[in-house]
């Protein structure tokens, strides 16, 4: 399995919880029902990866949220096409993962100006189309960044680009979090900050997008040049068949055979 583990899963202690809503979306249609799914991607392999960290922080207020977290290890993840057709274990898994999931949060660390290969090739693993489904079409986005250095959003901006590419909803917040190393603790955990609050803001709203956004997946990404493609024109419901036999009794086309 190439799912992380997300160590101490129920502890916020950067959290005022006199502030924060238990269900961000409360309120909202919500004709699904069950707990939003977010997949969560980090961008580096360091033993103290701060890109990481950052997701973990993530994940623990999208489980307080109400919300079901999973994390992909990029570890055993090959580059992309060093295995033929993308036959690895680690990929499907990942493939999978984004078909099950509703919402995404991508966090890279910022390096040479730009995401991480480690991050890229999470992405690049993710096709736009496979035997016709959509690993990422119609999900909601988040993107993070961690930075070394003074604060930048060089990373957020490339993945707010491929997160267009990959026909995805990225929502307008967003978390960039500067000089990464002073801002958790020895445990890993986030200390308490406006880096920390904005965290908390970004993961709020996606939670919303992505409630509100779910259920009408299939109208928002139904589009013309892959109908023609497919040959399925639309069905003009005033003359299909069907839709009339199943029409109320009362409605005026039953009651006069108009159509």
């Known amino acids: 399995m190439s799912l992380r583990e997300l160590p101490d899963p129920e502890r916020l202690p950067a959290l005022d919880t006199r502030y924060a809503q238990r269900r961000p979306a409360a309120g ?23 890109s990481r960290l950052l997701v973990e922080e993530a994940a623990r207020l999208v489980r307080y949220f109400g919300g079901e977290a999973r994390i992909f290890d990029p570890r055993e993840l090959p580059l992309p096409d060093q295995v033929p057709r993308d036959d690895h274990p680690a990929v499907r898994e990942l493939r999978e993962l984004s078909l099950w999931s509703e919402g995404q949060i991508w966090c890279s660390p ?6 991480s290969a480690v991050m890229k090739a999470q992405i690049d693993h993710l096709p736009l189309n496979s035997g016709g489904l959509r690993p990422t079409q119609g999900r909601t986005l988040a993107v993070m960044q961690v930075s070394g250095g003074s604060q930048s959003f060089n990373a957020v901006n490339t993945l707010r680009l491929l997160g267009r590419w990959m026909r995805m909803f990225t929502i307008p917040n967003q978390s960039s979090v500067a000089k990464a190393f002073d801002e958790f603790d020895a445990e890993g955990r986030m200390r308490p900050s406006s ?16 409630v509100l956004l779910r ?15 497919a040959g399925t024109p639309v069905t003009d419901r005033a003359r299909d068949l069907a839709a009339i036999a199943v029409a109320p009794a009362s409605a005026p086309c039953a009651r006069s055979g108009c159509c």
């Open 110 to 115: 910022e390096r040479h100006g730009q995401i």
């Open 28 to 50: 909202l249609p919500d004709p699904l029902g069950h707990p939003p799914r977010i997949l969560l991607l980090y961008g580096s392999l360091r033993e103290r990866s701060y």
């Open 215 to 229: 259920p009408q997946v299939a109208a928002l990404t139904d589009r013309y040049s892959e109908r023609k493609e």
């Open 195 to 210: 880096y920390y609050e904005r965290l908390v803001d970004v993961v709020e709203e996606l939670m919303r997008f992505t």
